[in-house]
């Protein structure tokens, strides 16, 4: 099994341009999650997505989209890209949303996409 | 404010010695406490999870204890290997209704030969 994978594993994007971090878990878990991860900085969650169909907003939303059309997959893009959204990006995935005493079960991470805008 | 602070930033230990991580939380109310290792270059793995009523959980040579009233935990790592080189990260889960994780910076462990 693979869990969630990826893609890419690291981009340089000039900004102004546009990029879709790609995001496919295969545990068929109802809830996803973007985080990105900054140097001396905890995770922060950028988006979610409760189950297919639905997404929600984050602590650092601004600059960023996302999509939840199906259960295995959960895009993340920026539309413009910034300089300050150079960071590592984490996706992860739960069988439910981490909410009160559901957040008891677990949540698996991705390897992360390294993204430096220039 | 971070609701979760770690200490030490890092730490530097021979291999073979112990450690322990603190986490100190303000998170309320509370509902559990994770503690994940992140390698360098990977995502966080779960290494155990605790709620209020628990007061201490092992996985391995990685215990975790919980003080609820005083909203500490630690993370004790017997005899290191070189392997436990990582960034420790405490994270916190209210019993809020929103989305409800409290991620610390973490501690970032490196165990020297």
């Known amino acids: 099994t693979a869990g969630i994978t990826q893609a890419p594993t690291s981009q340089i994007l000039a900004a102004g341009r546009s990029m879709t971090l790609r995001c496919t878990q295969d545990?068929?878990?109802?809830?996803m999650y973007w985080y990105r991860q900054d140097l001396g900085l905890g995770l922060r969650l950028i988006h979610y997505?409760?189950?297919?169909?639905?997404?929600g907003k984050g602590e650092v939303p601004d600059g960023y989209s996302v999509s939840r059309a199906n259960t295995d997959d959960f895009p993340l893009t920026l539309a413009s890209a910034v300089p300050s959204q150079t960071s590592v990006y984490f996706c992860?995935?739960?069988?439910?949303?981490?909410?009160?005493?559901?957040?008891?079960?677990?949540?698996?991470f991705g390897p992360g996409t390294r993204l430096t805008v220039l | 404010k971070n609701q979760v602070e770690q200490s030490p930033q890092s730490l530097i230990i021979l291999e073979g010695k112990n450690c322990t991580l603190q986490c100190n939380y303000t998170v309320s109310p509370f509902s559990n406490l994770r503690w994940y290792k992140q390698d360098t270059g990977r995502g966080p793995v779960s290494l155990t999870i605790m709620t209020f009523s628990e007061n201490t959980k092992s996985n391995g040579r990685y215990t975790a204890t919980l003080d609820a009233d005083t909203k500490q935990s630690s993370l004790h790592i017997t005899a290191s290997q070189l392997s436990d080189s990582a960034s420790y990260i405490c994270?916190?889960?209210?019993?809020?209704?929103?989305?409800?994780?409290?991620f610390g910076k973490g501690t970032s462990l490196l165990v020297t030969p």
């Open positions: 994270v916190v889960s209210g019993s809020n209704s929103g989305y409800a994780l409290n």
């Open positions: 997505s409760n189950t297919a169909g639905t997404t």
């Open positions: 992860a995935s739960s069988d439910r949303l981490a909410t009160g005493a559901s957040s008891y079960n677990e949540q698996f």
């Open positions: 545990m068929r878990h109802n809830a």
